[in-house]
């Protein structure tokens, strides 16, 4: 299934103008430790299956769904049974405005398991059907109506991580929580506390601190870091940009310290990144040049 792989680097291998790929995957055999741009959820039709992001197991039973962020370092194990695997760019809703509050669904990968209620897991299995339908009767409008199957998804989990925080807090949380993440988006780049925060929300920096874990799955700092290093991707791709600048620009205090937390959450460094980013485009440009149907064109 992985085509094209430079070191751990992955060149996802979508067919010329789409931004989607999907496999129906009944391979039996180890991928090893990998990443890519782009967004991946994975659901076993027959049998089980199991992943390794970031250093975590994540072990699936028939119709669970995993969703992998892009960036993370991730492995399959080889496995008797059917799944299908979905990548998609992410770019289009990563960097929308509009979309912002979906972020903390995809800062981390997600399990969606026997832990969600039976009709999430109906309504997961059903966006997932739904995307497998379009892709295999692709038409000028397929991809469009994928993504937005996907969207729909990612703002289900929110609704429901939302819905079990109003449960426990009587609502009131979750009515600052959308300010706090606005603020987060319009000031990573800037030095933000823990503190600031919690006077924003309102709440003791404890209670913030455990209310914004229970909310996004992850804590103030990993979140933050994680905001700051999908920023610092975007920009290292502008080759104007040198490594320096952009840990300045992203909110790090150091260029050691955005290093050492890009490496943790990615898996590589920066110029690792940018290196082979530069090289994956440079292939795909020679390939094109050297299409006999585009040459013709």
């Not at 103008?17 to 659901?43: F, G, T």
């Not at 760019?89 to 509009?98: E, G, K, R, V, W």
């Not at 991809?143 to 807090?169: F, M």
Request: charged residues 25%.
């Amino acid at each position: 299934m992985i085509v094209h792989l430079n070191g751990d680097y992955e060149t996802v291998d979508y067919v010329q103008n789409r931004s989607v790929l999907l496999y129906d995957n009944i391979e039996n055999e180890d991928y090893p430790p990998h990443w890519h741009n782009a967004l991946e959820v994975i659901m076993p039709l027959t049998n089980g299956f199991e992943a390794v992001c970031g250093g975590k197991e994540y072990k699936l039973n028939e119709r669970n769904i995993l969703i992998i962020p892009s960036g993370v370092l991730h492995s399959l194990k080889a496995q008797t049974g059917r799944r299908l695997i979905l990548l998609m760019d992410n770019s289009a809703f990563i960097d929308n405005p509009a979309l912002t509050e979906l972020i903390p669904v995809v800062g981390d990968p997600v399990l969606i398991n026997n832990e969600y209620p039976h009709e999430f897991l109906e309504f997961a299995g059903s966006i997932i059907k739904d995307i497998y339908m379009l892709y295999s009767n692709f038409n000028d409008v397929s991809e469009v109506y994928i993504y937005i199957k996907l969207l729909t998804l990612l703002a289900k989990i929110k609704e429901y991580r939302l819905s079990r925080v109003k449960y426990d807090d009587d609502g009131r949380y979750t009515e600052t929580f959308s300010v706090v993440l606005r603020y987060i988006d319009q000031n990573y780049m800037n030095d933000i506390t823990l503190e600031e925060l919690s006077s924003i929300a309102g709440y003791s920096t404890y209670h913030f601190s455990r209310l914004f874990k229970k909310y996004s799955n992850t804590t103030f700092i990993n979140f933050l870091n994680r905001r700051r290093v999908r920023a610092a991707e975007m920009m290292l791709l502008e080759s104007e940009n040198s490594i320096t600048d952009v840990a300045m620009k992203s909110g790090f205090s150091s260029l050691t310290t955005f290093n050492r937390v890009f490496k943790l959450i990615n898996g590589y460094t920066p110029s690792e990144y940018k290196k082979l980013y530069r090289m994956s485009h440079t292939t795909e440009d020679f390939a094109v040049k050297d299409d006999p149907e585009v040459r013709g064109l």
